[in-house]
């Protein structure tokens, strides 16, 4: 499957990295590789993991607290939105509904 992720999720990722890269130095590069390898595993695995809002599936990060929300259309997984889930889960629902 192709991987396309869009930009509310880039955006996403950048906050986390400025996050842990406030936490401690180099954390952040650490962060964006973990999800990266997260998301690529979506080219296998996309469509298997339930769907937590609509038509929006949820992958869980492996070693950080974030969920990866995404759609498969056709062939390709489109990565909408990669989400902190500490925060409130009505601040995450109204967060998918802009991705």
């Not at 492996?62 to 409130?88: L, M």
Request: net charge positive.
């Amino acid at each position: 499957m192709k991987l396309e992720i869009l930009d509310l999720a880039q955006g996403d990722l950048i906050e986390g990295y400025h996050f842990y890269e406030t936490v401690e130095a180099g954390l952040g590069i650490y962060f964006l590789d973990s999800l990266y390898s997260d998301i690529d595993s979506l080219r296998i695995y996309g469509g298997i993991h339930r769907k937590a809002y609509k038509n929006i599936h949820r992958a869980l990060s492996k070693r950080f607290p974030f969920a990866i929300y995404y759609t498969v259309e056709w062939e390709t997984v489109r990565v909408r939105s990669i989400v902190d889930c500490r925060r409130n889960p009505s601040w995450i629902r109204q967060h998918l509904r802009n991705a």
